[in-house]
């Protein structure tokens, strides 16, 4: 393969890749923004919480960010009770968004923030009440996930003209 061939097929790996990655962070970033919206125009109910706690694991994290050692992750529990129609739910969804796990500190401020016993307001499906969240917001990561994987679509989509010439270029070279 020459240089000229291993250039143009370089062009074509790096473009697809941004173009692709773009196009899966982007869409999961604007589904989850999206899906938050919606949420936010359920009905409400008063809740209470019934538990609240944060279990905290230790995960072998690998690579030069995380120094390739232990790092200790948290999980949040919070349950909450909340009557639509005269019916009593038990939810433990916290937010649309995954929340997955989370540095003690963010755990310890969720569980500050829905202690036992607190009133809060519920947000459930109209059509499925057992469906429901406490809080509808999108979070910053999410929204920037959305707007830096539709930069990365956006600069392959710029880079297909590039990648059309390179493309061309590789195929003329194989006859």
């Known amino acids: 393969m020459s240089d000229d061939q291993k250039r143009d097929a370089f062009i074509l790996t790096m473009i697809a ?7 899966i962070f982007g869409g999961i970033g604007w589904f989850y923004v999206a899906h938050s919206a919606f949420v936010k125009s359920w009905p409400t109910a008063d809740g209470t919480i019934q538990s609240s706690s944060a279990r905290s694991d230790i995960e072998r994290m690998r690579g030069r960010k995380s120094g390739g050692g232990d790092q200790e992750r948290s999980h949040v529990s919070v349950s909450y009770e909340y009557s639509v ?42 059509t499925d009440p057992k469906q429901a969240f406490l809080d509808p917001t999108s979070s910053w990561n999410t929204v920037m996930t959305a707007i ?15 990648a059309k010439k ?3 270029n590789l195929l003329a070279s194989l006859r």
């Open 17 to 23: 890749s941004v173009l692709i990655a773009g196009f």
């Open 85 to 126: 129609e005269g019916r009593t739910f038990v939810g433990d969804r916290i937010s649309p968004r995954p929340t997955g796990s989370m540095g003690i500190e963010s755990a310890n401020a969720l569980v500050f923030r829905y202690p036992k016993g607190q009133a809060v307001e519920v947000y459930y499906s109209a």
């Open 148 to 162: 830096l994987g539709s930069i990365a679509f956006l600069f392959g989509l710029a880079g297909l003209p590039l």
């Open 166 to 168: 390179s493309l061309f």
